[in-house]
């Protein structure tokens, strides 16, 4: 689980507005306790009275021993108990009302994080991811082979459509399950409509239910959020930080379509950048093309092929357009 700095940002401020609903609300019980229990503020005075001493006094070695102390808490715990109960009210009514009461709305017990901040980082995950509701309807166990034509040959590998999209489906299942030992990156590429991005989809269903952090952006959404890092001024620093960090920091980044976009030198600059620091940061990466090797060399900087063709297994797809035979 690996949140950027912004994302761990957002998620610890939330935090912070727990506690403090939490703490506001033990103002207002505490009002009203007061009004009804008058005695009980000064009892909790002299708890805190006999604290204060027993700190102050510590160091001067005329403290009282820490078991006197516990004993004379104790005795004051009681009563507070007692007084609460004998009004009416619940004995934890002065209490905190955390969320989560097991790590007190700090998101961590000791040094672990909490089931409740995993949870909320899976959340964010998810609402960050740029897929909305489609990976609950695209997943690998809606994939068909059967789509694919025993009868139509790759002329390169002599191979069917369906054992090559067999071998593509393993070799995506296989990703999924090494994600967290080995280090691989994808580029799936091939005709229009053939399950690129299904894929690409299945993919990341899978690890953010892991609890991975995954975005999803098609190519001309993706270099939209770098063309604006670069030239919007209404944008500020932090802004600009944070968007940035997100693609070079998520621990899967898919970039669907990549050619669809105005190619152009900015583009292939950007492109490069993205791709060398999350292979320097050992952060993985699928693409999906619709454009031919040839032309992705031709298209594209010779340096960021090189890198593609030397840190990503390519996947090339055959078959049919897919969205024609299910219409």
Do not use: W
């Amino acid at each position: 689980m690996n949140l950027t700095n912004s994302q761990y940002d957002r998620l610890m401020a939330r935090y912070s507005e727990r506690r403090q609903r939490a703490s506001a609300g033990l103002d207002e019980r505490r009002i009203k306790v007061y009004a009804d229990i008058p005695e009980l503020r000064e009892l909790e005075a002299r708890a805190r009275h006999l604290s204060y001493e027993y700190v102050k006094n510590h160091a001067k070695n005329t403290a009282l021993s820490s078991q006197e102390f516990e004993k004379r808490m104790e005795l004051l715990k009681s009563e507070r108990l007692t007084l609460l109960k004998s009004h009416g009210f619940d004995e934890n009514y002065l209490e905190p009302e955390y969320e989560c009461p097991d790590c007190k709305d700090t998101g961590y017990i000791g040094n672990e994080k909490c089931h409740c901040l995993k949870k909320q980082a899976i959340e964010l995950f998810y609402s960050q991811s740029g897929l909305g509701d489609i990976i609950k309807e695209e997943s690998f166990d809606k994939f068909d082979l059967s789509l694919y034509p025993e009868d139509m040959t790759d002329p390169l590998t002599g191979m069917s459509s369906r054992v090559i999209m067999k071998d593509v489906y393993d070799s995506c299942m296989c990703f999924v399950k090494t994600f967290d030992d080995e280090f691989d990156n994808l580029l799936l590429y091939g005709d229009t409509g053939i399950g690129k991005t299904f894929l690409s989809h299945c993919i990341a269903g899978e690890l953010l239910a892991q609890g991975h952090s995954v975005l999803y952006l098609d190519a001309i959404r993706f270099f939209e959020i770098l063309e604006a890092r670069q030239f919007d001024k209404e944008l500020n620093y932090q802004e600009k930080s944070s968007m940035f960090s997100y693609l070079t920091e998520c621990e899967l980044l898919i970039v669907d379509d990549l050619g669809t976009e105005l190619t152009n030198s900015f583009t292939t600059v950007q492109l490069y950048h993205v791709i060398e620091r999350r292979l320097m940061n050992r952060l993985q990466t699928i693409i999906t093309t619709n454009l031919s090797i040839q032309d992705m060399n031709e298209i594209y900087s010779e340096r960021i092929f090189s890198r593609i063709a030397k840190n990503y297994q390519m996947l090339r797809l055959i078959g049919d357009d897919i969205r024609l035979k299910k219409l």
